[in-house]
């Protein structure tokens, strides 16, 4: 089956860095996409990844590794509106979009 | 409009009713799609649509249906509602299914079956 594995909740400080991880396992992979979701908001785009390797975009950067079904998105000089969840989703070989359930991180002061 | 709205924002509803949830966007975009959100779980898929004139099934498409009769409008309809359905639903369109393009979101519909 397809699944996508990502840690339901984190706690970083606020002005640290935080790195989320997810594992995914698709029939067919056509990119990975991280997603940013506000408390009681709708998903909105962060990242985009297909190609192994680093991509980095201002404070967010993100990770992908196709042959261990890998990615991480990196979050620096953390705010503490960057409070949110963060959702992983794989695109598989009928571009459909399988999603994990989500990483809440949590920001302290 | 600018972007996707959905209607109604919230909406509770007894069992067995009929609901229609409306989704609308304004950005020309080929394909639409419905989510339900439950906690703890990713986003599912119900329905989508490539283009207007088409739907197909997701991963949960039961005890929902939905129409495209044009570019902008993908009404979300539940024949007979039961609470399993009781959920946060999201709309979302993309330029193009068959690509990379990203998923832009509506604000969403909490529903609640009673």
């Known amino acids: 089956g397809q699944n996508i594995d990502q840690p339901t909740e984190m706690t970083a400080t606020e002005g640290a860095i935080v790195q989320i991880n997810c594992t995914y396992q698709t029939s067919g992979f056509n990119g990975l996409f991280w997603y940013q979701q506000h408390a009681g908001e709708a998903p909105t785009f962060l990242s985009y990844n297909v190609l192994d390797g680093l991509e980095e975009k201002g404070r967010f950067s993100s990770f992908l590794s196709r042959s261990k079904g890998y990615s991480y998105l990196l979050l620096k000089e953390l705010q503490m509106k960057d409070s949110a969840s963060y959702l992983c989703?794989?695109?598989?070989?009928?571009?459909?979009?399988?999603w994990g359930a989500g990483t809440k991180l949590i920001i302290k002061p | 409009i600018a972007g996707i709205t959905q209607a109604p924002t919230s909406q509770i509803l007894a069992a067995g009713r009929r609901m229609t949830l409306r989704c609308t966007q304004d950005?020309?975009?080929?394909?639409m799609y419905w989510y339900r959100q439950d906690l703890g779980l990713g986003l599912r898929l119900i329905h989508y649509?490539?283009?207007?004139?088409?739907?197909g099934k997701g991963e949960v498409p039961d005890g929902y249906s939905v129409s495209r009769a044009n570019t902008d409008d993908f009404p979300l309809t539940l024949a007979s509602a039961v609470p399993s359905q009781t959920s946060v639903y999201f709309c979302?369109?993309?330029?193009?299914?068959?690509?990379?393009?990203?998923?832009?979101f509506g604000p969403g519909t909490r529903l609640t079956v009673l």
């Open positions: 989703a794989a695109l598989d070989s009928n571009y459909q979009l399988i």
């Open positions: 649509s490539n283009t207007a004139g088409t739907t």
């Open positions: 950005m020309r975009h080929n394909a």
């Open positions: 979302a369109s993309s330029d193009s299914s068959q690509s990379t393009d990203t998923q832009y």
